[in-house]
């Protein structure tokens, strides 16, 4: 077994822990990082990169299927056929570029990869095993960013025809149908993305509604665009099971039902990946399923941090970046702590919605006293333009100094206003401040602008 | 209307930079010819520049403290009639760079280079809103993200800063004002007419000061001094510098004790021609010196200076008097020249009353040894059965460790002291 010893060992190479690994580079550190799969994690090889390029794809093709019937445009073209082999194989090539990328990136920074699966002998070693054998490595510090993996029902295993996201991914061709058990954002996106495909399309949620993390005002845009595409959406109902192509429910009332599915995906959430690691080996507080850790990604271990999906919600990975590039300034004997005061989310459904902050319920379930206001793109030149009048931008503020604690937006396009959501948000914006600041014409951030005007009393354009 | 551009000048000897260490005119000031513009350093001699010809200064191409290469523009001047360049051609300083004193490891490593303040945002005319209630207890401080990054890395808490920014936002300027504030609490608080003084004072280290400096450092880290002490008896020498004063001839220099521990060096540095000498620690060669070139330590207005006695060996006592006093006279007044500044092989130092009982003078690189002289004093000495007063001082002399030995020291300083407490012994011919 080869020996190897480092000052910073990161397990992981998902976005929280090559960014770790990157920034610790930088910073000079002796840094090793160890994963057993391609360089990217989750997100860059089965999730939010390679679902976008899908979606990308879904909605280029219905737009040919849109202009090959009557539309509005004056636009003739004949009915479109896919080679979703092809779509696939376009779409591994931008994961491979980008994976490509993370590894140039290391080597820049000076980061040593380790491929193969680590597993914890204790606090300070770590056995490596690939298919060349085994290392092990001793570090000073060590960060775990092992992220997390889809949730399987019991009742539906993963397998055949039944796929979890990563499967959804990669299929040969457009089932005819479809059915899609959880929506949540990943089922959502997805689903949309078949329908689109012009596969036939059920979701089947337990819940009384679509997208709980959000609420329904903004999930609203995205109903209305799921029946516009045809896609059946039953409420409050279970799967029980998948036979012969056919999906078998059960109603909260009761009432069972069968229908025509050829594929089942499973979107019912992720959990993380906290066994196989030798956590049995360590000492490590728990937070009901997630790690336990402080401000500072500390676990209840001296020497040995957590970040990214592993440590809890909201389970994104920008906010594993984050994460990862504050341990390794710490552990590089910078001062730091989580000071983060915003992470967006966004769902790439169709149209699209952003959060970021506070909505007018979870501000108002803080006590806080508070005024609010919504723009709709309706009344927004550029959406018009595009044909996408539906959605809208919405303002949360405090209602004594006006300090804004949240926004939120549904419509085609709208996650690219995140950024300026966040950046508002960080760095404590009053509603005067972006409504004070010249949003260019004609875009569709100029209803964030009159958004807060209208909050303020006086939108221009309503 | 032209414009003139005034060089770098060349110093000579090979000198390929100067530091610029005087600027004596501003931009926009009208001069004359002769005019003295700015004054520049080398190694040891300073030089003035003067004006070319009568006209207005409209650009300086270096500040106080750069090392500016030979050459390099480094003034220009608007002139009447021609100059000798093109209006606004472009020229380039040729600025020599120091090394880094300390490499740090990253430059990330050193937080403190962050911008101190924001530059000042965009002015928006906006509605004025509600007046904005201060920041209730308990509520998260609001600051931008590099306001927390700063305050982190100063090891603030922000919910102890009060944010002047709308809703009490905190602004870089009120971490600055809290971080002052920080000092202050720190000092004793003020009593009466005492008041604790928080100010800083910045002052950059250029010219003689730098030289002086780095000259120090280059000393104290390259070289393991060892410092030998001992008492001289000058009873007799005084008495014979005092009856040589009273015999002097007009014209002759004063003599102080200086040229007879000159003399009385010239003769133990015979004995001992290890001792006058440049060791070359990087080449690992020591050039022992027949000719006995010795520095004398003397303070100036802007610091240490060290002009060089020439071929002590062959001066007499009052020869040796008078270099010494047209030497410190050439010292204080700038007028040395750089032969007359360099190329010591030994070096006297003495602070004259103040010298103390005890010194541990640091060598002048690449030199091999120092003598420092301490204050004389008459103290009481056994002698004889009885006390005596006698006029005792002592000799504190640092050597070279690398090439001396301790006992060569020793030898050397009590070679010394013997010829001293015996003075006609100075005098007698080998």
Not at chain 1, 173 to 183: D, K, L, Q, S
Not at chain 1, 186 to 200: R, S
Not at chain 1, 247 to 269: N, P, Y
Not at chain 2, 270 to 281: V, W, Y
Request: hydrophobic letters at 40%; one cysteine or more.
């Amino acid at each position: 077994m080869s020996h190897l010893k480092c000052k910073f060992l990161v397990i992981g190479a998902g976005p929280g822990g090559y960014v770790a690994a990157i920034r610790a580079g930088q910073l000079g550190l002796d840094t090793i990082i160890v994963d057993a799969e391609a360089l990217g994690g989750t997100c860059l090889n089965v999730g939010c990169i390679p679902s976008k390029a899908l979606i990308h794809a879904a909605d280029e093709f219905e737009k040919a299927t849109h202009f090959s019937g009557q539309n509005a445009l004056g636009i003739s073209v004949s009915q479109p056929t896919l080679d979703l082999k092809q779509t696939i194989s376009w779409k591994d090539g931008i994961v491979k570029q980008l994976t490509g990328g993370v590894g140039g990136l290391l080597r820049k920074a000076k980061v040593k990869v380790v491929e193969g699966w680590a597993e914890f002998l204790d606090g300070k070693t770590v056995k490596v095993t690939s298919k060349d054998g085994e290392t092990k490595i001793t570090a000073e510090t060590i960060c775990i960013a092992t992220g997390s993996t889809a949730v399987e029902l019991p009742n539906l295993p993963f397998g055949d025809d039944v796929l979890s996201s990563t499967e959804a991914l990669s299929l040969p061709t457009v089932p005819e149908t479809m059915a899609v058990i959880g929506a949540g954002y990943i089922g959502l996106e997805l689903g949309m993305a078949y329908a689109k495909l012009g596969a036939k399309v059920t979701i089947v949620e337990r819940e009384d509604r679509i997208l709980p993390l959000y609420d329904s005002e903004l999930t609203k845009p995205v109903s209305a665009r799921m029946k516009e595409l045809g896609i059946e959406l039953r409420l409050k109902t279970s799967a029980k099971a998948h036979n012969n192509g056919l999906l078998s429910v059960i109603s909260e009332s009761g009432s069972e039902d069968t229908f025509a599915a050829e594929t089942v995906l499973v979107t019912v959430g992720r959990k993380p990946v906290t066994e196989g690691w030798g956590r049995e080996n360590l000492v490590l507080d728990m937070d009901g399923p997630f790690i336990k850790i402080d401000s500072r990604c500390r676990t209840a271990m001296n020497g040995i941090y957590a970040i990214g999906d592993l440590t809890g919600e909201p389970m994104l990975a920008h906010r594993a970046m984050a994460q990862g590039e504050m341990v390794a300034e710490i552990v590089a004997g910078h001062k730091r702590d989580w000071d983060k005061q915003v992470i967006p989310a966004i769902c790439f459904t169709d149209p699209e919605i952003v959060s970021a902050g506070l909505s007018a319920e979870e501000a108002k379930a803080k006590g806080l006293d508070i005024i609010t206001a919504s723009f709709p793109l309706a009344a927004n030149g550029r959406s018009l333009a595009i044909e996408r009048t539906d959605g809208f931008v919405r303002i949360v503020a405090r209602k004594d100094n006006h300090l804004v604690l949240g926004l939120q937006a549904v419509g085609k396009g709208c996650a690219e206003l995140s950024s300026g959501f966040g950046l508002a948000i960080e760095m404590g914006t009053r509603l005067e401040d972006i409504g004070g600041t010249i949003h260019a014409h004609p875009t569709q951030g100029e209803a964030v602008q009159e958004a807060a005007l209208r909050a303020l009393g006086h939108a221009l354009h309503i | 209307m032209g414009e003139h551009i005034i060089k770098m000048p060349d110093i000579g000897e090979g000198v390929a930079e100067a530091e610029l260490v005087e600027w004596t005119i501003e931009i926009g000031a009208q001069v004359r010819e002769d005019d003295v513009l700015a004054s520049v350093m080398t190694d040891k001699a300073t030089v003035e520049i003067p004006a070319p010809k009568d006209g207005k200064i409209i650009w300086l191409g270096a500040e106080i403290g750069d090392t500016v290469a030979v050459g390099s523009p480094i003034i220009r001047m608007e002139v009447d009639g021609e100059g000798n360049i093109q209006p606004g051609e472009t020229v380039e300083v040729v600025k020599t760079e120091k090394p880094a004193r300390e490499p740090e490891a990253k430059p990330e490593a050193a937080p403190k280079t962050e911008a101190k303040s924001a530059p000042p945002a965009p002015t928006v005319k906006t509605t004025s809103p509600p007046p904005a209630p201060r920041r209730a207890t308990g509520e998260k401080p609001l600051a931008a993200p590099s306001v927390r990054r700063r305050a982190m890395d100063a090891g603030v808490d922000l919910r102890r800063v009060a944010g002047s920014g709308p809703v009490g936002r905190i602004l870089h300027e009120d971490l600055d004002l809290y971080l002052s504030n920080a000092d202050a609490e720190v000092a004793p608080a003020a009593s009466g007419t005492l008041k604790a003084d928080t100010s800083t004072k910045e002052i950059k280290v250029v010219g003689l000061r730098r030289k002086i400096a780095e000259q120090m450092s280059r000393a104290k880290s390259r070289i393991p001094h060892i410092t030998y002490v001992d008492e001289i008896d000058v009873t007799a020498v005084e008495e014979l510098r005092e009856r040589l004063n009273k015999e002097r001839k007009e014209g002759q220099a004063k003599l102080t004790l200086l040229p007879f521990l000159m003399r009385a060096m010239a003769k133990a540095i015979k004995d001992q021609p290890q001792m006058n000498a440049r060791f070359d620690d990087d080449a690992g060669v020591i050039h022992q010196s027949g000719g006995m070139h010795m520095g004398v330590a003397a303070q100036t207005d802007n610091g240490l200076v060290v002009p060089v006695v020439r071929h002590v060996e062959a001066r007499s006592l009052r020869e040796c008097a008078a270099e010494v006093a047209r030497l410190a006279e050439a010292a204080r007044t700038g007028t040395a020249t750089r032969d007359e500044l360099s190329g010591s092989t030994i070096t006297i130092t003495s602070l004259g009353k103040l010298g103390g009982i005890v010194t541990t003078p640091v060598i002048n690189h690449p030199e091999v040894a120092i003598v420092g002289v301490n204050k004389m004093r008459t103290l009481p000495v056994w002698q004889d059965g009885e006390f005596v007063p006698r006029k005792m001082m002592n000799l504190s002399s640092s050597f070279d460790h690398r090439v001396i030995d301790g006992w060569d020291a020793a030898v050397f300083v009590q070679r010394i002291k013997g010829l001293l407490e015996s003075p006609a012994t100075i005098f007698i011919e080998d």
